[in-house]
Protein backbone atom coordinates (compact mmCIF):
# COMPACT_ATOMS: atom_id res chain seq x y z
CA UNK A 1 0.00 0.00 0.00
CA UNK A 2 1.46 3.20 -1.45
CA UNK A 3 1.55 6.52 1.09
CA UNK A 4 -1.76 8.05 -0.56
CA UNK A 5 -3.36 4.78 0.10
CA UNK A 6 -2.47 4.65 3.33
CA UNK A 7 -3.97 8.30 4.11
CA UNK A 8 -7.02 7.53 2.50
CA UNK A 9 -7.55 4.68 4.30
CA UNK A 10 -7.36 6.67 7.21
CA UNK A 11 -9.79 9.53 6.09
CA UNK A 12 -12.48 6.49 5.16
CA UNK A 13 -12.14 5.29 8.38
CA UNK A 14 -12.29 7.99 10.09
CA UNK A 15 -15.53 9.24 8.27
CA UNK A 16 -17.15 5.45 9.00
CA UNK A 17 -16.13 6.19 12.77
CA UNK A 18 -17.70 9.47 12.76
CA UNK A 19 -21.32 7.97 11.44
CA UNK A 20 -20.72 4.80 14.04
CA UNK A 21 -20.41 7.70 17.09
CA UNK A 22 -22.25 10.40 15.92
CA UNK A 23 -23.48 11.44 19.74
CA UNK A 24 -21.80 14.56 21.12
CA UNK A 25 -18.31 14.03 22.52
CA UNK A 26 -18.09 10.16 21.11
CA UNK A 27 -15.76 11.26 18.22
CA UNK A 28 -13.09 13.93 19.32
CA UNK A 29 -10.33 15.01 16.31
CA UNK A 30 -7.75 16.60 19.33
CA UNK A 31 -5.66 17.73 16.54
CA UNK A 32 -7.68 19.54 13.87
CA UNK A 33 -4.19 21.08 12.38
CA UNK A 34 -3.39 17.11 11.56
CA UNK A 35 -6.61 16.21 9.93
CA UNK A 36 -6.45 19.40 7.59
CA UNK A 37 -3.22 17.86 6.65
CA UNK A 38 -4.39 14.79 6.09
CA UNK A 39 -7.31 15.90 3.24
CA UNK A 40 -5.40 18.58 2.18
CA UNK A 41 -2.54 15.89 0.96
CA UNK A 42 -4.97 13.40 -0.33
CA UNK A 43 -6.70 16.24 -2.21
CA UNK A 44 -2.51 17.11 -3.50
CA UNK A 45 -2.17 13.75 -4.07
CA UNK A 46 0.96 14.01 -2.23
CA UNK A 47 2.24 13.64 1.34
CA UNK A 48 4.90 16.50 0.80
CA UNK A 49 3.75 18.41 3.56
CA UNK A 50 2.41 16.54 6.35
CA UNK A 51 3.80 16.81 9.27
CA UNK A 52 1.30 15.61 11.94
CA UNK A 53 -0.13 12.16 12.74
CA UNK A 54 -4.07 11.65 13.15
CA UNK A 55 -5.07 12.37 16.85
CA UNK A 56 -8.67 11.68 17.97
CA UNK A 57 -10.50 9.94 21.35
CA UNK A 58 -13.62 7.80 21.01
CA UNK A 59 -16.04 8.10 23.93
CA UNK A 60 -17.69 5.07 25.17
CA UNK A 61 -20.56 4.53 28.23
CA UNK A 62 -20.68 0.59 28.44
CA UNK A 63 -22.40 -1.66 31.21
CA UNK A 64 -20.45 -3.18 33.24
CA UNK A 65 -23.05 -4.55 35.90
CA UNK A 66 -26.49 -4.28 36.47
CA UNK A 67 -26.00 -0.85 38.55
CA UNK A 68 -23.33 0.94 36.75
CA UNK A 69 -22.58 2.59 33.55
CA UNK A 70 -18.46 3.57 33.10
CA UNK A 71 -17.36 5.51 30.50
CA UNK A 72 -14.14 4.33 28.58
CA UNK A 73 -11.97 6.85 26.61
CA UNK A 74 -9.88 5.32 23.17
CA UNK A 75 -7.13 7.61 23.02
CA UNK A 76 -5.90 6.70 18.86
CA UNK A 77 -3.43 8.12 17.45
CA UNK A 78 -2.60 7.26 13.51
CA UNK A 79 1.19 6.94 12.27
CA UNK A 80 1.62 7.49 8.84
CA UNK A 81 2.01 4.37 7.50
CA UNK A 82 -1.11 3.33 9.26
CA UNK A 83 -2.68 0.77 8.47
CA UNK A 84 0.50 -1.11 7.28
CA UNK A 85 1.80 -0.33 11.18
CA UNK A 86 -0.54 -0.72 13.98
CA UNK A 87 -2.12 2.36 15.43
CA UNK A 88 -1.00 3.84 18.86
CA UNK A 89 -4.49 3.31 20.93
CA UNK A 90 -4.30 3.82 24.67
CA UNK A 91 -7.96 3.07 26.51
CA UNK A 92 -8.59 5.10 29.95
CA UNK A 93 -10.67 5.05 32.34
CA UNK A 94 -11.57 6.43 35.90
CA UNK A 95 -12.82 3.17 36.92
CA UNK A 96 -9.64 1.35 36.03
CA UNK A 97 -6.47 1.20 38.48
CA UNK A 98 -3.24 2.13 37.21
CA UNK A 99 -2.01 -1.78 37.08
CA UNK A 100 -5.71 -2.69 35.40
CA UNK A 101 -4.92 -0.30 32.93
CA UNK A 102 -1.89 -1.45 31.80
CA UNK A 103 -2.77 -4.73 31.49
CA UNK A 104 -6.12 -3.76 29.34
CA UNK A 105 -3.53 -2.04 27.16
CA UNK A 106 -1.63 -4.82 26.82
CA UNK A 107 -4.09 -7.51 26.55
CA UNK A 108 -5.78 -4.69 23.44
CA UNK A 109 -2.39 -4.62 21.82
CA UNK A 110 -1.77 -8.31 21.55
CA UNK A 111 -5.32 -8.70 19.73
CA UNK A 112 -4.97 -6.17 17.17
CA UNK A 113 -0.87 -7.60 16.89
CA UNK A 114 -2.33 -11.00 16.17
CA UNK A 115 -5.56 -10.63 14.15
CA UNK A 116 -5.64 -6.68 12.59
CA UNK A 117 -2.31 -5.90 11.63
CA UNK A 118 -2.21 -4.76 8.00
CA UNK A 119 -5.96 -3.81 8.17
CA UNK A 120 -7.81 -0.42 9.33
CA UNK A 121 -8.83 -1.61 13.29
CA UNK A 122 -9.77 1.33 15.56
CA UNK A 123 -13.72 -0.28 14.87
CA UNK A 124 -11.91 -3.89 15.79
CA UNK A 125 -10.20 -1.99 19.03
CA UNK A 126 -13.92 -0.28 19.95
CA UNK A 127 -15.45 -4.02 19.97
CA UNK A 128 -12.86 -5.56 21.85
CA UNK A 129 -12.93 -3.24 24.60
CA UNK A 130 -17.43 -3.31 24.58
CA UNK A 131 -16.57 -7.33 25.05
CA UNK A 132 -13.73 -7.46 27.20
CA UNK A 133 -13.49 -3.74 29.02
CA UNK A 134 -15.54 -5.15 32.47
CA UNK A 135 -13.23 -7.92 33.17
CA UNK A 136 -10.78 -5.66 34.16
CA UNK A 137 -12.53 -3.89 36.26
CA UNK A 138 -12.99 -4.48 40.46
CA UNK A 139 -16.19 -4.34 41.95
CA UNK A 140 -14.92 -1.98 44.41
CA UNK A 141 -13.79 0.56 42.34
CA UNK A 142 -16.96 0.43 40.44
CA UNK A 143 -18.85 4.27 40.66
CA UNK A 144 -22.16 3.95 43.19
CA UNK A 145 -25.31 4.01 41.36
CA UNK A 146 -27.50 6.88 40.67
CA UNK A 147 -28.92 8.50 43.86
CA UNK A 148 -26.10 7.54 46.16
CA UNK A 149 -24.85 9.85 48.90
CA UNK A 150 -21.26 8.84 48.01
CA UNK A 151 -18.88 10.64 45.17
CA UNK A 152 -15.45 9.25 43.90
CA UNK A 153 -13.03 11.13 43.90
CA UNK A 154 -11.14 11.94 40.76
CA UNK A 155 -8.25 10.30 40.06
CA UNK A 156 -7.01 10.84 37.15
CA UNK A 157 -4.43 13.73 36.58
CA UNK A 158 -4.89 15.31 33.47
CA UNK A 159 -2.20 17.63 31.41
CA UNK A 160 -3.59 19.25 28.60
CA UNK A 161 -0.77 20.94 26.16
CA UNK A 162 -2.64 23.68 23.66
CA UNK A 163 -1.65 25.25 20.99
CA UNK A 164 -3.01 28.46 19.37
CA UNK A 165 -1.73 30.00 16.05
CA UNK A 166 -1.79 33.54 18.52
CA UNK A 167 -2.91 34.50 21.79
CA UNK A 168 -2.40 39.03 22.03
CA UNK A 169 -6.38 39.88 23.01
CA UNK A 170 -6.00 40.85 26.62
CA UNK A 171 -9.67 39.73 27.39
CA UNK A 172 -8.38 36.13 26.36
CA UNK A 173 -5.29 36.05 28.57
CA UNK A 174 -7.30 37.32 31.37
CA UNK A 175 -9.67 34.62 30.91
CA UNK A 176 -7.03 31.99 30.81
CA UNK A 177 -5.72 32.95 33.79
CA UNK A 178 -9.07 33.54 35.97
CA UNK A 179 -10.13 29.86 34.35
CA UNK A 180 -7.08 28.07 35.50
CA UNK A 181 -7.40 29.81 38.98
CA UNK A 182 -11.02 28.94 39.09
CA UNK A 183 -10.62 25.23 38.87
CA UNK A 184 -7.35 24.63 40.89
CA UNK A 185 -5.34 24.32 37.47
CA UNK A 186 -1.49 24.75 37.28
CA UNK A 187 0.73 25.59 34.34
CA UNK A 188 1.16 28.25 32.25
CA UNK A 189 0.32 30.23 29.29
CA UNK A 190 2.70 31.93 26.85
CA UNK A 191 1.17 34.71 24.80
CA UNK A 192 2.37 35.67 21.19
CA UNK A 193 2.42 34.21 18.01
CA UNK A 194 2.03 30.77 18.43
CA UNK A 195 0.58 30.54 21.74
CA UNK A 196 1.28 28.16 24.12
CA UNK A 197 -1.23 26.77 27.04
CA UNK A 198 -0.34 24.18 29.59
CA UNK A 199 -3.00 23.38 32.30
CA UNK A 200 -2.89 20.33 34.83
CA UNK A 201 -5.03 18.84 37.30
CA UNK A 202 -8.04 16.58 38.00
CA UNK A 203 -9.32 15.65 34.53
CA UNK A 204 -12.55 17.14 34.72
CA UNK A 205 -11.69 20.53 35.73
CA UNK A 206 -9.09 20.38 32.48
CA UNK A 207 -11.90 19.33 30.36
CA UNK A 208 -13.69 22.07 31.67
CA UNK A 209 -11.34 24.72 31.00
CA UNK A 210 -10.84 23.37 27.51
CA UNK A 211 -14.54 23.66 26.57
CA UNK A 212 -14.54 27.23 27.68
CA UNK A 213 -11.25 27.65 26.09
CA UNK A 214 -12.69 26.71 22.38
CA UNK A 215 -15.92 28.08 22.29
CA UNK A 216 -13.89 31.70 22.25
CA UNK A 217 -12.98 33.21 18.57
CA UNK A 218 -9.86 31.69 17.52
CA UNK A 219 -7.84 31.59 14.57
CA UNK A 220 -6.81 28.14 15.06
CA UNK A 221 -6.89 26.78 18.60
CA UNK A 222 -6.48 22.68 19.69
CA UNK A 223 -4.90 19.72 22.27
CA UNK A 224 -1.46 19.26 20.80
CA UNK A 225 -0.86 16.64 23.53
CA UNK A 226 -2.89 15.35 26.00
CA UNK A 227 -1.55 13.34 29.44
CA UNK A 228 -3.81 11.03 31.85
CA UNK A 229 -2.45 9.51 34.59
CA UNK A 230 -4.56 7.36 36.78
CA UNK A 231 -3.84 6.76 40.34
CA UNK A 232 -4.27 3.94 42.76
CA UNK A 233 -5.16 5.74 45.95
CA UNK A 234 -5.51 9.69 46.66
CA UNK A 235 -5.37 12.85 45.92
CA UNK A 236 -2.27 13.66 47.64
CA UNK A 237 -0.67 11.46 45.11
CA UNK A 238 -1.49 13.39 42.02
CA UNK A 239 -1.06 16.41 43.95
CA UNK A 240 2.61 15.00 43.40
CA UNK A 241 2.92 14.76 39.84
CA UNK A 242 1.75 18.22 39.04
CA UNK A 243 4.84 19.75 36.92
CA UNK A 244 3.85 23.28 38.09
CA UNK A 245 3.33 24.80 41.60
CA UNK A 246 0.65 27.35 40.28
CA UNK A 247 -0.48 29.11 37.02
CA UNK A 248 1.14 32.03 35.46
CA UNK A 249 1.37 33.61 32.35
CA UNK A 250 5.33 33.11 30.96
CA UNK A 251 6.74 35.90 28.59
CA UNK A 252 9.97 35.54 27.41
CA UNK A 253 12.04 37.79 25.07
CA UNK A 254 10.43 39.42 22.73
CA UNK A 255 11.38 39.49 19.21
CA UNK A 256 9.91 40.32 15.20
CA UNK A 257 8.82 43.09 13.45
CA UNK A 258 5.77 43.46 15.77
CA UNK A 259 7.71 42.43 19.24
CA UNK A 260 4.99 39.11 18.94
CA UNK A 261 7.47 36.36 18.79
CA UNK A 262 8.91 34.57 22.19
CA UNK A 263 12.54 33.73 22.46
CA UNK A 264 12.00 29.83 22.06
CA UNK A 265 15.20 29.29 23.44
CA UNK A 266 14.50 30.29 26.85
CA UNK A 267 11.15 28.32 26.53
CA UNK A 268 12.40 25.38 26.08
CA UNK A 269 14.66 25.93 28.80
CA UNK A 270 11.55 26.57 30.77
CA UNK A 271 10.02 23.25 29.97
CA UNK A 272 13.47 21.23 30.27
CA UNK A 273 13.60 22.84 33.82
CA UNK A 274 9.48 21.82 34.41
CA UNK A 275 10.88 17.92 32.94
CA UNK A 276 8.89 18.93 30.37
CA UNK A 277 11.37 19.17 27.41
CA UNK A 278 9.74 16.13 25.07
CA UNK A 279 6.92 18.69 24.39
CA UNK A 280 8.84 20.76 22.60
CA UNK A 281 9.42 18.92 19.90
CA UNK A 282 5.85 17.72 19.53
CA UNK A 283 5.09 21.59 19.20
CA UNK A 284 7.53 22.89 16.84
CA UNK A 285 8.83 20.21 14.92
CA UNK A 286 12.39 20.55 16.31
CA UNK A 287 14.80 19.45 19.13
CA UNK A 288 15.03 22.13 21.52
CA UNK A 289 18.28 23.55 22.91
Known amino acids: MIEIEQAEAQLSELDLLASMFPGENEL ?36 VSEEAMVMFSLACILPFKYPEVLPEITVRSVSLSRSQQTQLNTDLSAYLQKNCLGDVCILNATEWVKEHASGYISRDTIPPAPGS ?3 PVDLVLT ?3 IYSHHIYNKCKRKNILEWAKELSLSGFSMPGKPGVVCVEGPQNACEEFWSRLRKLNWKRILIR ?16 QRRFSSFEEKVFSVNGARGNHMDFGQLYQFLNAKG ?3 VFQMFFGVEGQ
Open 28 to 63: IVNDQLALAELKDCIEKRTMEGRSSKVYFTINMNLD
Open 149 to 151: TFQ
Open 225 to 240: HREDIPFDATNDKIER
Open 276 to 278: CAD
Open 159 to 161: RLW
